[in-house]
């Protein structure tokens, strides 16, 4: 997905521990969200980005917290990590918020988090 | 706020054919809806989007139908071919001042030969 980065793709971790997800962009876009995707529940938004150091809570942002110290990173942690947090997450970037003049949101690829 | 859904789960069609998935939302002042495609393994693509003063919007192959009235989506795929088998979302704004997209569970698309 063009400038936009996750890492790792992949990581599995233990019950308790904290773990960072790493979102890099290079659009320069003002907007980072971070969702989860699990089965039947389709994309659930933890928690986005307005601008540096501005962030704010989504749907499902119990047990996460995120930063954005600059426009081109942001981060998602897991304090502790549990196994209802067991998911592939997904970061998003857009220029401006979605609405009738377009500002869709652009996807990365992802990353498999598995908590055993 | 906004919630989305759509109709089926799983679709299948023959490979040639015209596919349809359908969603529907809830919230009538919703103004900007978006069709995603999600291959196996990949983030969600922009496929095509709709405003709420259109009823219908063309891309290549793909065509989006608009039903205010009964709040309903449907995006229609022409000759449906192998590369179009994913999941396909549909998105709608959240009401509220933070504009954000509600997603739809998805219904997975399978072409079968």
């Known amino acids: 997905d063009a400038g936009i980065t996750q890492s790792p793709r992949h990581k599995v971790t233990e019950t308790g521990t904290p773990v960072t997800l790493r979102c890099h962009q290079t659009e320069n876009h003002r907007y980072m969200y971070w969702y989860r995707q699990d089965p039947g529940h389709g994309l659930r938004l933890i928690h986005y980005?307005?601008?540096?150091?501005?962030?704010d809570k989504g749907e499902v942002s119990d047990g996460y917290s995120v930063s954005r110290s600059k426009t081109e990173d942001f981060l998602l942690t897991l304090e502790s990590a549990t196994s209802s947090q067991t998911s592939v997450y997904f970061c998003a970037i857009s220029e401006a918020p979605p609405g009738p003049l377009g500002y869709g949101y652009t996807f990365g690829s992802g990353t498999r988090l598995t908590v055993v | 706020g906004e919630s989305v859904g759509l109709h089926l789960p799983t679709l299948s069609v023959q490979e040639g054919d015209n596919s349809i998935i359908n969603c529907a939302y809830s919230n009538s002042a919703s103004d900007y809806f978006i069709w995603y495609k999600q291959e196996s393994g990949k983030g969600p693509q922009f496929i095509i989007d709709?405003?709420?003063?259109?009823d219908k919007r063309q891309g290549q192959r793909v065509t989006v139908l608009l039903n205010k009235t009964v709040k309903h989506l449907s995006l229609q795929i022409a000759a449906t071919q192998p590369g179009d088998s994913a999941v396909y979302f549909c998105?709608?704004?959240?009401?509220?001042?933070?504009?954000?997209?509600?997603f739809g569970s998805g219904t997975q698309l399978t072409v079968l030969p």
């Open positions: 998105a709608g704004i959240e009401s509220g001042s933070a504009r954000q997209l509600t």
């Open positions: 980005s307005y601008g540096v150091k501005d962030t």
């Open positions: 709709i405003r709420s003063n259109m």
